[in-house]
């Protein structure tokens, strides 16, 4: 396991100064990495300290009963041989060969101290070593059965037999010291190596916790620096294990931990612009509305004493104007009262003025009235404004008021006019305006009467005017002088009858008729609206 990690992109001191660090707070004060290595630690070294107790407790053990049954194997194979070989010496009672024997099997066998072979009543025969057997010391652990135990010297008691019958016993003295010490020294030195391999183990286990806790102790470190704000720390991991893995997926989600961060920073930045311009703006906003209201309250202040200052100058006028109506009220009645009486003092004359004319020409009586009742019908039909109408109504009472000035029997001749007759009556029109042009009637009476023989093709008189240089009033008044003038008698001839008066005005309907005056006239009386009546002298003026 090769973790090449390092810390970036601090500076070398302060990577040196982050891997040099104690106990970092915060997630190692809570976590704890170091804990970690030292679990491992501990974990790695109590299965190490185990197995070592364990080989320390069985390889000596085992040591001692190999020991054990080595011994007893030569103490059985040596006591056999000795035994079978003694066996026919001791029946040809050859002392010097037993003798011989038993120092053979001291020099050759391994561990052998004497050897002594005794008779059945138990006299010493033979001896490999005559000091042993006169000190009789091989007897003071008689009889002695190998192994068990671990002593310095063992002692045997070996019958010789021959035929199943005992003739005699062979004591043998075995000191081991020799492969007790080696046996003891292979102890220590599997003791040594126990230890050597409990001290390397754990100095093994100590260095490779550290190697494996180092990735997650630094990641830890760069993973509360990042939670400090500090979004720069990245763990470069150039491993392929799973701390590699880990780390990239780290660094992957630093990145966008980091990019995140950034975006919101330049959020916020654009949110803080966009606050402070708003800000602004309101301030302006409000600045702006206070200037407007305060000069709203100068301009009201303004108009309430301007509104407060014409009140009054109008209470004036009012109160004075109070006053002028009164008078002017006043005034007007008088005027009212004035002008009523003239309207009177006016028909009066005007009435004076038909019953003068008709009182000379009996034919004309009656004429004026009727001809002033058809102008009346035709311009109602005309829709004529009632103000026109009635100084209509009034030039037709005395549209021959001109005929004053005529002779009277020229007025009532009963033949024909002669020329010259003709030509005086021509002059009636003329001599009506001059009677009443210096009259101030609020309508043109003189002109009506002057202009009421006029024709619309020029061929009237007196003055031969055309179409509308004639007035309304006289082209109306005309139509109707004619219709009533032939539907009348004459001196001069009987009456023609209405229809042939209309027939007159229909051929001349356009040409020395006004159009519309002729076929409101006709449209009268074909509806049979309108009909000649005897008037009372009286109607004209109610
Ligand atoms: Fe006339």
């Known amino acids: 396991m090769n973790h090449n990690i390092l810390e970036s992109p601090g500076s070398p001191a302060e990577l040196n100064a982050n891997n040099n660090a104690g106990p970092a707070p915060g997630l190692a004060a809570r976590f704890g990495p170091r804990k970690l290595r030292t679990k491992i630690f501990l974990l790695a070294s109590s299965l190490i300290m185990g197995l070592s107790v364990f080989y320390l407790l069985y390889f000596p053990g085992r040591l001692e009963h190999h020991l054990s049954r080595d011994i007893a194997d030569i103490i059985n194979n040596t006591s056999s041989v000795a035994s079978l070989g003694l066996s026919a010496e001791l029946q040809a009672g050859d002392k010097t060969a037993m003798e011989r024997i038993l120092k053979t099997i001291c020099e050759r066998a391994d561990g052998i101290e004497y050897a002594v072979l005794e008779d059945d009543p138990g006299l010493v025969l033979a001896s490999s070593n005559r000091d042993v057997a006169e000190r009789d010391m091989y007897r003071e652990t008689d009889p002695v059965q190998p192994p068990p135990g671990r002593r310095t010297v063992y002692r045997t008691k070996t019958p010789v037999m021959a035929d199943d019958r005992v003739l005699g016993n062979l004591f043998l003295g075995f000191a081991f010291k020799g492969l007790i010490a080696e046996t003891t020294r292979e102890k220590g030195v599997i003791t040594f190596v126990c230890l050597a391999i409990i001290f390397v183990s754990g100095l093994l286990v100590f260095l490779f916790s550290g190697l494996i806790t180092r990735p997650i102790v630094l990641m830890t470190r760069t993973a509360e620096k990042i939670a400090k704000g500090d979004l720069r720390q990245r763990a470069k991991v150039y491993s392929r294990d799973e701390m590699g893995l880990l780390a ?14 950034r975006e919101m920073e330049g959020t916020n930045k654009s949110l803080e612009a966009m606050m402070r311009a708003r800000s602004l703006e309101m301030e302006k906003e409000i600045s702006e509305r206070r200037r407007v209201e305060r000069e709203l309250r100068m301009a009201k202040d303004e108009l309430e004493h301007r509104v407060e200052k014409r009140t009054e100058e109008l209470s004036k006028v009012n109160e004075e104007l109070s006053g002028r109506v009164i008078e002017t009220r006043r005034a007007e009645d008088q005027l009212q009262t004035t002008l009523e009486r003239l309207e009177r003092a006016l028909e009066g004359t005007i009435r004076a003025m038909s019953l003068t004319i008709e009182m000379r020409d009996l034919y004309t009586a009656g004429h004026q009235r009727r001809v002033s009742s058809l102008a009346v019908a035709i311009a109602e039909e005309l829709h004529l404004p009632s103000n026109k109408i009635e100084g209509l109504r009034l030039a037709g009472v005395i549209h021959d008021i001109g005929k004053i000035a005529m002779p009277a029997e020229i007025l009532t001749k009963p033949t024909r006019l002669t020329k010259t007759e003709f030509q005086l009556i021509k002059d009636h029109p003329r001599i009506g305006y001059d009677i009443l042009k210096n009259i101030q009637f609020p309508w043109p ?26 007035l309304l009033e006289a082209r109306i008044l005309a139509v109707a002088d004619v219709v009533e003038a032939l539907s009348s008698h004459r001196p001069y001839r009987p ?10 005005i229909r051929r001349g309907r356009g040409l020395r008729y006004d159009m519309r005056v002729v076929d409101a006239c006709m449209k009268l009386f074909k509806d049979r609206r309108y009909s000649f009546k005897k008037e009372n002298t009286e109607a004209i003026f109610q």
């Open 248 to 261: 990239r997926a780290f660094n992957t989600m630093a990145d966008g931990l980091e990019k995140a961060l």
């Open 445 to 470: 009476v003189a002109h009506i009467i002057l202009q009421h023989h006029e024709r619309m093709d020029g061929s009237g008189y007196p003055d031969g005017l055309l179409g509308d240089a004639i």
């Open 495 to 504: 009456a023609l009858g209405i229809e042939k008066a209309l027939e007159e």
